[in-house]
């Protein structure tokens, strides 16, 4: 949990973040030889002397701005397209055919490094087409397999169609259905078995409630509050909060049971469920987080040449990721992780292979292990946050400094004034990145 707290408080004094939106390539342009400068603007640094200042966090925890509930707005929030795959896997728990169905879908915009941002998820034509899609793939999936629709009199068909509707409405919805809403799903499964049959009933249920905006959207209309302007979110609300925030997916059975009881409207009750599903294998779904704030969910795209970077091991992205996956997955559950580690941590862990490739003695078996490092200082310093932000014949100082700034120091940086030539000769080759990052700064 201190790991949490820390990274709160990390983004609350940098609350002053805007980002700005490209394309789901996720690599900034620019280039070592004069591309990424910043122009006139101090980063939102305070004080004429360029340094920053030091922040409290305990002054921040005490301040007025903490104390007053300020909870902001509550946006209709989209599935992204991980948190559709998981959602859809967990309610029909079919991975393989999920998988499938959604192997084409349109990557989400980015901001600030991330993909599931509510103001850039919108349900585009093409969006829509997809959803349609999927549903028709995992409805007929679904219905098909004898055991998905679970009765207490499986031969009393209208009463086994109705329990069907409830109890899959509420978990596809994330909710208990309305009368209506049973009503109208009750109709357009009569209206299936009377002209084709009970399978079909249970298609044509399951393809409506997978495009309907209940389902793919995920939004808080709360409590209203006696003389508050806000509104607290109920217990239901709370649950989805928790499930895709730890789980990035929808609430569990367990979850759902402590809304349905009332459960979820003190710190203690949330706190309760939090620790449960950290110990979870589905927390390890956010680990997501740090590979899209790191862009090492990239690493598939690694290429290094060949005649530059010889004889380099063929799976050297997959041990980078396995690297970066191991030490943030410690820093989550193990209970002592903290900021500081996750910035400045002198270990990182490492494998046989990955040992081997970075010179490390000792010995190592195919598991990923805690281990110092002389060259180790954080997340920053791993090789696959690093590798990411190259190019493929050598390192890059600029996308790296561009990734740090706006992704780590949430910084925006400006277009470089109009004066500034960008047509830069060729450095040599054969100069170091010090060299080159030397010349700069003077040239």
């Not at 009199?153 to 259905?177: H, M, V, W």
């Not at 010889?310 to 996956?325: I, M, Q, R, S, Y």
Request: proline letters at 5%; a negative charge; one cysteine or more.
């Amino acid at each position: 949990m201190k790991f949490f707290v820390a990274m709160c408080l990390a983004f609350f004094a940098g609350s002053g973040c805007t980002g700005s939106i490209h394309s789901g390539s996720g690599t900034p342009s620019g280039d070592d030889e004069g591309g990424g400068t910043s122009g006139g603007n101090n980063g939102g640094r305070d004080g004429n002397d360029g340094t920053d200042p030091v922040i409290n966090p305990e002054q921040v925890l005490g301040s007025k701005a903490c104390q007053d509930i300020n909870p902001g707005t509550a946006p209709v929030r989209r599935l992204s397209n991980a948190e559709y795959r998981n959602t859809v896997t967990d309610l029909l728990g079919m991975a393989a055919q999920v998988k499938t169905a959604t192997a084409d879908f349109t990557p989400e915009n980015e901001s600030l490094g991330f993909r599931n941002n509510a103001e850039f998820l919108p349900v585009s034509s093409l969006a829509a087409q997809q959803f349609t899609t999927a549903a028709d793939k995992l409805s007929a999936a679904a219905a098909a397999d004898a055991n998905f629709v679970k009765c207490a009199n499986p031969t009393d068909k209208t009463g086994c169609a109705k329990e069907f509707i409830q109890s899959f409405g509420t978990r596809a919805y994330r909710r208990p259905l309305a009368t209506d809403e049973v009503s109208r799903f009750t109709t357009l499964f009569n209206t299936a078995m009377t002209k084709y049959d009970f399978t079909t009933g249970v298609e044509w249920v399951v393809n409506a409630m997978l495009q309907s905006p209940h389902f793919l959207f995920r939004y808080e209309t709360g409590k209203a509050l006696s003389g508050k302007s806000y509104a607290a979110v109920d217990h239901y609300e709370m649950a989805s909060r928790l499930s895709y925030l730890l789980w990035q997916s929808m609430p569990d059975a367990t979850l759902f049971d402590a809304a349905k009881q009332g459960k979820l409207g003190t710190a203690d009750e949330v706190l309760t469920q939090a620790k449960r599903m950290i110990a979870d294998n589905k927390a390890e779904r956010s680990l997501e987080f740090f590979r899209q704030w790191l862009d090492t969910d990239q690493l598939d795209r690694f290429s290094r040449d060949a005649n530059v970077f010889k004889d380099l091991p063929a799976n050297l992205a997959t041990l980078f990721d396995g690297e970066v996956d191991a030490f943030t997955r410690d820093l989550m559950t193990s209970g002592k992780g903290t900021f500081a580690d996750l910035m400045s941590a002198p270990y990182t862990y490492v494998n046989a292979d990955l040992a081997k490739h970075y010179g490390l003695s000792g010995n190592f078996g195919p598991s990923f292990v805690r281990t110092n490092s002389p060259t180790a200082s954080g997340v920053l310093t791993q090789a696959g946050f690093l590798a990411v932000h190259d190019k493929p014949t050598r390192t890059s100082i600029v996308l790296r400094g561009v990734k740090v700034r706006t992704d780590v120091m949430c910084e925006l940086i400006p277009a470089p004034p109009a004066n500034v030539p960008l047509t830069l000769d060729k450095l040599s080759p054969g100069l170091t990145q010090n060299e080159r990052l030397a010349m700069h700064r003077t040239d």
